[in-house]
DNA sequence: TATTGTTATACTCTATAACTATA
DNA sequence: TATAGTTATAGAGTATAACAATA
């Protein structure tokens, strides 16, 4: 059903607005931020993948005048990502379209009494994966010599 | 939250047996068919992905010796897959890890009502989301001649 | 030394279109 | 003609490792 979903998703947001699913979260996130801005590390929290995959979307996202990218005022290591003018723009062309693709596929079937147990239900399962030490994106050369290694 | 799991999942299964998500329920559903054969039309019914990244795959599962193919019997335009002992011998190697990792991220916070709450609210968008005619070549908003472009 | 992020690279996967062969 | 599947190809996306720069 996930698998089903995300696809009619990822289909909507490129016709639309030729946006990966990825860059879709990444310009949601930039919009929903106080000054449409925010450093790569917290950018990367809501996303499952790696560095070097958000430099290449945000990349991407500049390239195409969506977004601009500039040194972190405070911390000069960071990165501080804004969405633009352009890329709020297209925010709004693709945004109908999305909650309709929802609409239609995942709402239709459902009352509200099934959409609050459905928060519910997945809520308390993302609350948890996010409390879960994330086995895949913890290295694991990490491990000093102290801890030792689980997963052998 | 779906993300989650899915990269977890996926992570697991190639870890574990060097299967790709797509591969794995390749097996599965060839591994619970009778004969552990299906053709790969029934086999694409399975699965979100065309026809040629199925090809693709199962042309995969047989260089590894998982699964072997062959022209059907009845209908000579169509190609049988079938599960070799191999094929089962990773499957039961992936198998408890799998259902580890569903226990440890997705079932872990759920009690049996949540479960069966689930079970019942997402089946119901399961059975919606098949019974709807093909998603990607219907553009919504796609009008007539009567509405303007407007991404010009 | 640890953290933030980028780059170089290699690889996996997917989709489109053209093609073959059978029904 | 329609259906089943493969092949050729091209492109998007991802991860790993090495790297630079700042804290």
Redesign the interface.
């Known amino acids: 059903?996930?698998?089903?979903?995300?696809?009619?998703v990822e289909?909507q947001l490129q016709?639309?607005g030729g946006l990966s699913y990825v860059q879709f979260q990444l310009l949601a996130t930039l919009g929903d931020s106080p000054g449409g801005s925010a450093r790569m590390t917290d950018l990367a929290d809501g996303v499952?993948y790696s560095r070097s995959g958000l430099t290449y979307q945000a990349q991407l996202l500049e390239k195409r005048g969506l977004a601009t990218r500039a040194p972190s005022v405070e911390d000069e290591r960071g990165t501080t990502v804004t969405i633009t003018a352009e890329g709020r723009s297209v925010l709004d062309?693709v945004f109908?379209?999305h909650v309709?693709?929802l609409g239609?596929?995942?709402f239709?079937?459902?009352d509200g009494s099934?959409v609050a147990?459905?928060a519910d239900?997945?809520g308390?399962?993302?609350?948890?994966?996010?409390s879960?030490p994330p086995?895949?994106a913890a290295p694991r050369r990490r491990s000093r010599a102290t801890a030792p290694p689980r997963d052998a």
């Open positions: 059903m996930s698998s089903l979903l995300r696809h009619s289909q016709e639309a499952v062309d109908p379209g309709a693709v239609d596929l995942l239709t079937p459902l099934d147990q459905l239900v997945l308390r399962v993302r609350d948890h994966m996010r879960v086995r895949s």
